[in-house]
């Protein structure tokens, strides 16, 4: 098999685990906000030593930050999580990111939209 596609399958299965970790969460920090946190991707580093978590969060800006905080905070749990659901010789450090994709593509898309309408209404003018 060749490493680049065993990392993404690697990826994936800690992108899984990691959504599996959250929802079985007792805390209560983490109640309120557990059902608008998205894990949008994994990426593993080539040694495997290190995952980045891209995490995408339903809200405003300070829930955003509030979730990656959270999240960093009890990475310990997610790091052993992962360990004992993955075959790894070593469990990869999670460094929790916020993902910021998805926002700038609804952006864009809004942006899109304002474009399209004055275009709409300039060609229905003439």
Do not use: C, W
Not at 6 to 28: D, S
Not at 30 to 56: G, P
Not at 109 to 114: Q, S
């Amino acid at each position: 098999m060749r490493p680049e596609y065993r990392n993404k399958k690697i990826e994936a299965h800690i992108r899984e685990l990691i959504a599996q970790a959250i929802q079985k969460m007792k805390e209560p920090e983490f109640e309120s906000l557990k059902d608008y946190i998205v894990i949008s991707r994994v990426l593993i580093s080539k040694d495997r030593r290190f995952a980045d978590v891209f995490v995408s969060v339903i809200g405003n800006s300070a829930q955003r930050k509030k979730a990656v905080e959270l999240l960093e905070k009890y990475k310990g749990y997610f790091r052993t999580f992962v360990a004992k659901n993955v075959r790894l010789y070593t469990a990869p450090e999670l460094r929790f990111k916020e993902d910021k994709g998805i926002e700038e593509s609804v952006r864009i898309n809004k942006l899109l939209d304002e474009i399209m309408s004055k275009e709409d209404e300039n060609s229905s003018d003439n």
